[in-house]
């Protein structure tokens, strides 16, 4: 990439989920950690002068704890709306979106991570995907939908269960690289189209040893993300 191509943090907290540490997929604060960084990415690439304004003048934030006020509904990883008025914004160090309760849902994010068994889970996850998609719509809001789902491409993955370790062996339990582009393939199929922006992150991670971590083709992976930035932006100048 060029020195004055931007740093998206969605992908730098991405990998970082995997990078020399030890991923435990039931831990459910990940999927919120990187989808909040959309929302910095969002603000960072200048392109909404509508979505730049607001998020400065703390009139839009992000909720921390993913709900709408009056508004039962699957919460998600990333809600983006405007702030119930008389309610204060939190202003955390290192971020530019504030978080607060909103009355209104403008973006949903949703995050999910197939790093093992991918085709034993796909009929969930591609269900709980379906399932966000339509309680992001509830009380009449037209959100702007957004799916990052990671995949897994390492030829050996070790997953954990308390203090026992689960390596895939190829036979029981497939190398996600022998599931990897079916996953791919159904989710594209399937559930792509239920979102305005669908993102498929291509990665490699054993999970194991050094914990290493490299994307399939990073300046792919780049501009995929780019252009997906760009399409929310132009959509939310339009849409609100």
């Known amino acids: 990439m060029s020195r004055s191509s931007p740093r998206y943090r969605l992908l730098e907290r991405f990998r970082n989920v995997f990078e020399g540490t030890q991923y435990r997929h039931r831990d459910s604060s990940i999927g919120d950690s990187i989808a909040i960084e959309l929302y910095e990415d969002l603000h960072s690439l200048h392109k909404s002068p509508k979505l730049v304004s607001r998020i400065e003048n703390h009139e839009r934030v992000i909720n921390v704890q993913n709900l709408r006020q009056g508004v039962k509904a699957r919460r998600g990883d990333g809600t983006f709306g405007e702030l119930i008025p008389g309610e204060d914004a939190l202003a955390l160090p290192g971020f530019k979106v504030a978080r607060g309760p909103i009355a209104t849902l403008e973006i949903g994010g949703e995050v999910k991570i197939l790093a093992k068994a991918m085709i034993k ?14 309680h992001f719509k509830r009380k009449g809001d037209t959100p702007i939908g957004v799916a990052v789902v990671g995949i897994n491409w390492s030829p050996g993955y070790t997953s954990y269960e308390g203090d026992r370790a689960w390596p895939t062996d190829g036979r029981k339990y497939a190398h996600p690289i022998q599931e ?11 559930i792509a189209n239920q979102f305005d922006e669908f993102l498929i992150l291509r990665f490699r991670a054993t999970n194991a040893g050094v914990f290493p971590f490299e994307w399939i083709d990073y300046r792919e992976t780049f501009r995929d993300y780019g252009a997906i ?7 939310y100048e339009r849409r609100f």
Not at 180 to 190: I, T
């Open 121 to 134: 889970q796909i009929d969930r996850v591609m269900t709980d995907l379906g399932n966000q998609v339509r």
């Open 180 to 190: 990897a582009a079916e996953a791919e393939s159904r989710l594209r199929e399937q």
């Open 229 to 235: 930035l760009t399409r929310i932006s132009r959509e």
